[in-house]
């Protein structure tokens, strides 16, 4: 398996843009989290789906952020309309059960 | 609620001394625990995790790590660290089969001297 796979790598784009993040699990795995990095705040899980379906967003910062996972190998997360404070590195897992496993992540960066 | 806390921000250690970072956690019940560890630019690549039994659990690149209940403590050992070693080090808590979230620690950053 090529484990979990995040495109694109490094995203630039300017605010008020949208922009849209994907992430295709190891194919198996029932869960599905999103976090983002950034050097103040660490690691920060955004939002967790279990089969398919979103079981805590909790962390998603605000009603700009969105996420789907329309099938078991395929999640978007969406920032609408992206702001400078958007910039981070975004991180993608997926899990069977227990023990994630880690996408290389998305840098983020809107200017 | 549960929580993670790793003591220690940075560690400078000599290539071929042993290691130990330290975990703390607060939880409700059994915990699952994980320790990973990131590479500058690169994703988080799992060392090991602890779910039950052998309180020592052998991981990845020659780590082990020892659970500990009575001090809620899950710290990462490692007999002779070497240069490739040096990346930053992230205990975490989570989730179990009921599906809690995943809890990080803020994270050990780990340097080491030739």
């Known amino acids: 398996d090529a484990g979990v796979i995040q495109s694109p790598r490094h995203e630039v784009t300017e605010m008020g843009q949208e922009v849209t993040l994907r992430c295709k699990p190891i194919?198996?795995?029932?869960?599905l989290f999103w976090y983002r990095q950034t050097m103040m705040r660490g690691l920060e899980l955004l939002i967790y789906?279990?089969?398919?379906?979103?079981?805590?967003d909790s962390g998603m910062p605000e009603d700009r952020f969105s996420a789907k996972m329309p099938n078991a190998s395929f999640s978007t997360l969406k920032i609408q309309p992206s702001e400078p404070r958007d910039s981070a590195v975004y991180f993608c897992?997926?899990?069977?059960?227990?023990?994630?496993?880690f996408g290389q992540g998305t840098r983020l960066t809107v200017v | 609620a549960q929580s993670v806390t790793q003591p220690d921000i940075h560690i400078t250690v000599s290539e071929g001394a042993s290691l130990e970072l330290r975990c703390n956690y607060s939880?409700?019940?059994?915990?699952?625990l994980f320790w990973y560890v990131q590479s500058p630019g690169q994703g988080l690549q799992l060392l090991l995790k602890y779910f039950s039994g052998d309180t020592l659990v052998q991981g990845i690149k020659g780590f082990e790590a020892e659970f500990k209940r009575s001090q809620s403590s899950f710290n990462l050992r490692k007999p002779s660290v070497h240069w490739s070693d040096a990346a930053e080090y992230f205990c975490?808590?989570?989730?179990?089969?009921?599906?809690?979230?995943?809890?990080f620690g803020p994270g050990t950053r780990l340097s080491v001297l030739p």
């Open positions: 975490a808590v989570g989730p179990g089969n009921y599906g809690q979230n995943f809890v």
């Open positions: 939880y409700g019940a059994t915990p699952y």
């Open positions: 789906f279990n089969n398919n379906v979103p079981i805590d």
């Open positions: 897992a997926s899990s069977y059960s227990s023990g994630a496993f």
């Open positions: 194919s198996g795995h029932d869960y």
